[in-house]
């Protein structure tokens, strides 16, 4: 009988993460908030520019700032720390030209995501707030004109506990080669896909334990 497969932590991760917006009155750890930091800095950008900063927000008056700035959502404030995650387009614009400032806001997403999956893996809630008021956000944290407030993650021990969420099934998102093409078993199709892998996998490993063979009669 063949092991079931186990799904690795970070896809785990994935399924169980949730949006936090009730916090405990908890000091997060700094060695913490450096590990989801450096989360943050790992994700991949267009050309490796990085073309992001985070801005740490731990004092109590200025996350009220903060959290009037994100349309009064008050709730905010409760959490120990707010990171505001900005993109600098000017820096992708030189290679990309006008492509750049959606560049680096998608690659100031992806630092988001990964700031809120290590969140997760080190016990903490998160949530991404990307409803703000540019100019009152840039001028709580001095935020530079050629400079893009992206998102507001709220960090903290979570004083809740979410339902999972409803999410549309594969068979709702998946399209195959065009656009609104789709078909009546999904599961058949990959079934079929993961018996192509299964023997694209053998033949490599076929060849590679022949070619070992050959290299150990030299």
């Not at 998102?151 to 709702?172: I, M, R, S």
């Not at 694209?200 to 290299?215: D, F």
């Amino acid at each position: 009988m063949q092991k079931k497969e186990e799904i690795p932590n970070v896809l785990k991760a994935i399924e169980t993460r949730r949006s936090i917006r009730k916090y405990l009155s908890l000091p997060v750890e700094f060695e913490k908030v450096g590990h989801i930091l450096d989360a943050a800095r790992m994700a991949p950008s267009a050309g490796n520019l990085q073309p992001w900063k985070f801005i740490l927000v731990m004092e109590s008056a200025q996350r009220l700032e903060v959290a009037e700035a994100c349309l009064q959502q008050h709730w905010m404030a409760q959490a120990p720390v707010n990171i505001v995650v900005c993109g600098e387009p000017a820096k992708s614009e030189r290679y990309y030209a006008k492509k750049g400032e959606r560049y680096a806001t998608l690659d100031a997403a992806a630092a988001v995501q990964n700031m809120l999956l290590a969140a997760h893996g080190l016990g903490l809630g998160a949530c991404w707030v990307s409803a703000f008021d540019d100019h009152m956000l840039r001028k709580v944290c001095d935020i530079p004109e050629d400079v893009l407030p992206v998102a507001v993650v709220t960090l903290g021990y979570a004083d809740e506990k979410p339902v999972k969420p409803l999410k549309f099934e594969l068979h709702n998102v998946v399209f195959f080669s065009h656009y609104g093409n789709r078909v009546k078993d999904i599961a058949e199709v990959f079934g079929t896909y993961s018996t192509y892998v299964a023997k694209a996998l053998a033949t490599a490993r076929q060849w590679a334990e022949n070619a070992l063979k050959k290299m150990q009669k030299v």
